[in-house]
C-alpha cells in the first residue's frame, strides 16, 4: 500500500505568490465557537490583496440548511501573515449564515495576534452574502518563526518545508520504508505481568500486539490524587486503541506516567530494529473547570490537525496537548480533537494527566491508536519534527534538505518519472505553503520496486552502480553547501546560492546534465541512474565460447537425428501468457503461462508427438534462467 496523501479540507485552494511585504507578524489563529447551529454558519478569511486565505465550517456539515444542532469550537493557524501594507487595506473576513440570520447563542469568531485577541465578533450581522469585518495584523512582536524555503508559510504549518513537491510527512518522519510497513501496535486483554496493579512499578503486557512482539506498558510515576480504574477498556470498534480511564482528585496539574517498551514476543527483551513508533492520542477533550492533557517525554515529533481545538504545550523534556474546556459526548474521532506523537527507538513515555481549576473528583478515559501511519489522514498538519530522518548525515532533516541521499540529482528530480516530469512554478498556498504544480504532494518514484524512494534510494535502478556515479557530474561530494539548502556545491550550477531552486538546473530531465549513454529514453528506457541496461544492445550476443549463439532466423535446425536447445531467459513481471522460447518444426521449448514450468513438444520420427516438462520447479519473475530441452 502506498502513502496515502493528505486530504486538505475545508481549506480553499486559492493559490498567490505571497505578497512582497518585508515584514511578517507574529503568530494569526483565528478561531470559532458555534454553541449551536454551527451548520448554518461560515467565515471566509481575506488578506488585504482580497485572495481567500480559507473558509471555516463545521467539517462535518458544512454550511447547510439543514442539520443537527451540535456546537463546533475549532482554531485554524494561518502561521506569520505579512502586515499591512500601507498601501492596501486590512485583511478582513466574511461572516455568512446561510439562512440570513445572526449567529445564535454566544456564538464568535475571534483573530488572535502574537498572543494577543485583536477581534472578536458574535455574528450579529452574519447573512447569506457574508458581511465584511476588518482586522489587522500588525503587532510590536515581529514572526521570528523559520521558513526555509521562503514562500511566505512558515515551516510549523508549510507542509512542503523545502517546496521539492514531496510532503513534509513522508520525509521528515523517517519510516522504515516507503508503503509505510511499520508496527501497529495493537492493545488488547492485558495481563499483569509483575508488581502490584494499580501502583508504581506494575507492568502490564500486551501479548502479540503485532506479529512477534509484545507491549510492556509499566506506571513510572503517580501524582497525589490519581488512580488508576483501567489500563485498557476494549470496546468495539475500537478494540485495538489504548484507552485507559483514571480517576482524578484534587486540584492543578497531575497525572500518572506510564513506560511503554516493546519486545520480543513472551519475553521482556527490546525488540531489535524498531526505529520509531508513532501513532495518536484521541478525544482529547475537557469540561468547564477541567481539560484533559497528554505529555511525551521527548518525542521525536508531535503536531496537531489545522485546525485544532488543542493548545500545544512545551516542556523543557518533551511537548504535549492540552484539550478544551468542553467535553464531547462518547468516545469522539473528530480530527479538532486528536494529536499525532512519534518516539525513536522501542521504548517511550507518555504522560496522561487533568488540568482542573477547582477540586473535583472525576474520571477521565484516555485513548491512543499506535498506528504511524495515522500522520497521512491528518487534514493539514501542524507537525513539529524534532529527530527527523537524515539518511545522508549532512545535518538536514529529509524535510528540509533538497537532495535527500547526497547523489547531486535533486529530489523533486528523482521523486518524478523522467518523461511526464513537472516542474514547480513558484506559486504556492498561503496556508499549506505547497507549490501548486502539486497540490496533493508528489508520490515518489520507485524505480527498482525495493520500497525505497529514489530520493532517497542510493541506487535507484539497483544495477550495483551508484546513482552519483550515474549523475552525469561529480561522483563524490566536497562537503561543502555554500546555500545550506542540502544540495552539495559539487552539484550545483552556475549559482551557488539557490537555496530557493529545488531543482537546480534540471528543468527537464529529458534534455538535462543526466545522461542516458544508450539512448533507449524514446524507446521505452531510461536515464542511466534508473536504467539496469546502460548500453543499448540492438542485436542480443550469447557468447561463452568467443563465437556468438545468438540466434535471429527462422530455421536454425536442420538434418540433425536430435538436438539440444539451450537458452538464457527471463519473464516479465507481467508474465502470465504461454511463451515460446525456441523451436523449429517438431521440436519446441516454451514456459507455461499457468504453471510458469519449462515444457517443451516435440514430433518423433514415427510420427508420433508428446508434450513434456523438463523441470518442475517454477520460474521466479523478473529473474534469468539457463534452460535446456533434448
Request: aromatic share 8%; glycine share 8%; proline share 5%.
Amino acid at each position: 500500500m502506498k502513502l496515502l496523501r493528505p486530504a486538505i479540507s475545508f481549506l480553499t485552494l486559492i493559490l498567490v505568490v505571497p505578497l512582497a511585504f518585508s515584514q511578517s507578524t507574529n503568530r494569526v489563529k483565528v478561531s470559532v465557537d458555534w454553541p449551536s447551529f454551527s451548520y448554518q454558519n461560515k467565515v471566509e478569511v481575506y488578506d488585504p490583496a482580497n485572495n481567500l486565505l480559507l473558509t471555516i465550517c463545521d467539517d462535518n456539515k458544512c454550511y447547510q440548511t439543514t442539520g443537527s444542532s451540535t456546537r463546533y469550537i475549532t482554531t485554524y493557524d494561518l502561521g506569520c501573515l505579512s502586515i499591512d501594507p500601507i498601501a492596501l487595506p486590512n485583511y478582513y473576513l466574511k461572516i455568512f449564515n446561510i439562512n440570513d440570520n445572526p449567529w445564535s447563542g454566544s456564538a464568535s469568531v475571534t483573530v488572535n495576534v502574537a498572543g494577543v485577541d485583536v477581534l472578536t465578533d458574535t455574528g450579529t450581522t452574519a447573512s447569506a452574502a457574508g458581511t465584511d469585518v476588518v482586522f489587522n495584523v500588525n503587532s510590536a512582536t515581529l514572526c521570528t518563526l523559520p521558513d526555509t524555503d521562503g514562500d511566505g508559510v512558515v515551516d510549523l504549518v508549510d507542509q512542503d518545508d523545502d517546496n521539492d513537491g514531496i510532503l513534509d510527512v513522508g520525509e521528515g518522519l523517517g519510516f522504515s520504508n516507503f508503503t509505510c510497513d511499520v508496527p501497529v501496535l495493537s492493545f488488547r486483554s492485558p495481563v499483569l505481568d509483575s508488581g502490584t496493579a494499580g501502583t508504581v512499578g506494575a507492568v502490564y503486557r500486551f501479548d502479540n500486539s503485532s506479529q512477534g512482539l509484545d507491549v510492556l506498558v509499566e506506571i513510572e510515576e503517580i501524582d497525589p490524587g490519581v488512580s488508576l480504574t483501567s489500563i485498557d477498556s476494549d470496546i468495539a470498534p475500537i478494540e485495538d486503541y489504548l484507552r485507559t480511564q483514571l480517576r482524578f482528585t484534587g486540584v492543578g496539574t497531575f497525572g500518572m506516567k506510564f513506560k511503554f517498551t516493546i519486545v520480543i514476543d513472551n519475553t521482556t527483551t527490546p525488540a531489535p530494529n524498531i526505529a520509531r513508533i508513532g501513532g495518536t492520542s484521541w478525544d482529547v477533550d475537557g469540561r468547564p473547570n477541567e481539560r484533559e492533557s497528554i505529555r511525551y517525554y521527548n518525542p521525536s515529533a508531535y503536531g496537531v490537525d489545522n485546525p485544532t481545538t488543542l493548545e500545544t504545550d512545551i516542556y523543557p523534556d518533551g511537548a504535549g496537548v492540552t484539550g478544551i474546556r468542553l467535553d464531547f459526548p462518547g468516545f469522539n474521532e473528530s480530527t479538532i480533537l486528536r494529536s499525532y506523537f512519534q518516539f525513536s527507538g522501542n521504548t517511550f513515555s507518555i504522560k496522561m494527566q487533568i488540568k482542573n481549576d477547582v477540586n473535583l473528583s472525576t474520571p477521565r478515559l484516555f485513548a491512543m491508536s499506535f498506528t504511524q501511519c495515522d500522520i497521512f489522514d491528518y487534514k493539514a498538519p501542524s507537525l513539529v519534527v524534532l529527530n527527523g530522518d537524515d539518511p545522508d548525515g549532512d545535518g538536514l532533516d529529509n524535510q528540509l534538505d533538497i537532495d535527500a541521499d547526497n547523489d547531486g540529482i535533486p529530489d523533486n528530480v528523482e521523486a518524478q518519472p523522467t518523461v511526464g516530469y513537472l516542474m514547480p512554478n513558484g506559486v504556492y498556498d498561503p496556508v499549506t505553503g505547497l507549490d501548486s504544480a502539486y497540490l496533493s504532494g508528489i508520490d515518489p518514484v520507485d524505480t527498482d520496486g525495493d520500497n525505497i524512494p529514489d530520493n532517497i534510494d542510493l541506487d535507484s535502478d539497483n544495477d550495483g552502480t551508484p546513482d552519483i556515479v550515474e549523475n552525469g557530474m561529480a561522483n563524490v561530494v566536497s562537503l561543502i553547501d555554500s546555500d545550506s539548502d542540502g544540495l552539495d556545491d559539487n552539484f550545483e550550477g552556475a549559482n551557488l546560492l539557490d537555496s530557493s531552486d529545488v531543482n537546480d538546473e534540471i528543468d527537464n530531465p529529458s534534455a538535462s546534465i543526466l545522461p542516458d549513454t544508450d539512448g533507449d529514453l524514446p524507446l521505452g528506457g531510461d536515464l542511466d541512474y534508473r536504467d539496469a541496461i546502460d548500453v543499448y544492445i540492438e542485436s542480443a550476443t550469447v557468447d561463452f565460447d568467443g563465437i556468438d549463439d545468438h540466434i535471429a532466423e527462422d530455421a536454425f535446425m536442420s538434418g540433425w537425428p536430435s538436438s539440444t536447445l539451450m537458452a538464457w531467459v527471463k519473464l516479465d513481471p507481467t508474465f502470465s501468457a504461454d511463451g515460446d522460447v525456441a523451436g523449429q518444426g517438431m521440436m519446441r521449448m516454451y514456459v507455461d503461462g499457468s504453471s510458469r514450468v519449462l515444457r517443451s513438444y516435440y514430433v518423433t520420427s514415427a510420427g508420433s508427438s508428446a508434450y513434456g516438462s523438463s523441470s518442475i520447479t517454477a520460474l521466479d519473475l523478473d529473474k534469468w534462467y539457463h534452460v535446456a530441452i533434448s
